[in-house]
């Protein structure tokens, strides 16, 4: 993939005209390859055949959920999730949020909104990847390695992928590594600066980052909680080349 716009698109919502809507949205964008489904069934089908790379999933589907269905999905692959969903209650945003979803949309949304949303998943995802040096800045936390620019953590056995929000918040912890980072400066840093309503999502997102990059989440030893504040990464870490 050379460009956000040859993503691999996945469309799942049992909506007819909302799939064609979306479809025309993004064709109109210069988006080049999407795929829909209009449930579960042909949902799983389509993501083994077409491997997409970005996917877009409505939560009541007619045979199952699009939460279910994104658990299917992460057992075999990290391609972001977008949820896009007439339930805009907390409990369904939290809930998606904490599988690993990388945004929640509620309907109605605004075109220009799905697709700036989408498009910042796309670009935080691959395309920096694509553009990055050679070698790859490490950061060193304990026996595990983060790969800074591609978002990938070494451990002794395996690697392991994180999401955009997910590097976007340990890039911010980074910058300012042995200081605290505010709660309002992180939920800045991930969504922007239009972050209101996200602020109750952040602790999701860093107890989901602390299962990657700690050996032992439960009592983190880099990824630290200050009470009140905000969060600070440990400053005994290390960058290398």
């Known amino acids: 993939m050379n460009s956000i716009y040859e993503a ?4 799942v919502d049992d909506h007819r005209d909302i799939l064609e809507m979306l479809c025309n949205i993004l064709t109109r964008r ?3 390859s999407i795929r ?3 449930n579960c069934g042909l949902a799983r089908k389509l993501f083994a055949s077409y491997e997409p790379e970005l996917i877009v999933l409505d939560i009541m589907l ?3 959920d699009g939460f279910s269905l994104m658990r299917d999905f992460r057992l075999v692959s990290d391609a ?3 949820f896009l969903s007439a339930k805009d209650e907390d409990n369904d945003r939290l809930l998606g949020l904490g599988l690993g979803a990388d945004d929640y949309i509620a309907k109605p949304f605004l075109p220009d909104e799905l697709v700036l949303r989408l498009t910042a998943i796309l ?3 691959y395309f920096s ?3 990055r040096e050679p070698e790859d800045e490490r950061l060193h936390l304990g026996p595990r390695t983060v790969l800074l620019e591609s978002g990938t953590v070494l451990t002794r056995d395996s690697e392991i992928t994180l999401t955009a929000k997910e590097l976007a918040l340990l890039k911010k912890l980074y910058e300012n590594r042995g200081n605290i980072v505010t709660f309002d400066a992180l939920s800045d840093a991930v969504w922007g600066a239009n972050y209101y309503g996200y602020e109750n999502t952040l602790m999701v997102h860093i107890r989901r980052l602390r299962e990657k990059i700690e050996e032992h989440p439960s009592s983190p030893q880099w990824l630290l909680t200050v009470r009140g504040l905000g969060y600070k990464l440990a400053k005994g870490t290390k960058n290398t080349l």
């Not at 691999?8 to 469309?11: A, D, E, G, V």
């Open 129 to 131: 990847r694509l553009r």
């Open 36 to 38: 829909t489904a209009g």
């Open 8 to 11: 691999k698109i996945l469309l």
């Open 30 to 32: 210069g988006f080049l």
């Open 80 to 82: 972001p999730v977008l």
């Open 123 to 125: 670009k935080r995802t």
């Open 62 to 64: 007619p045979d199952g």
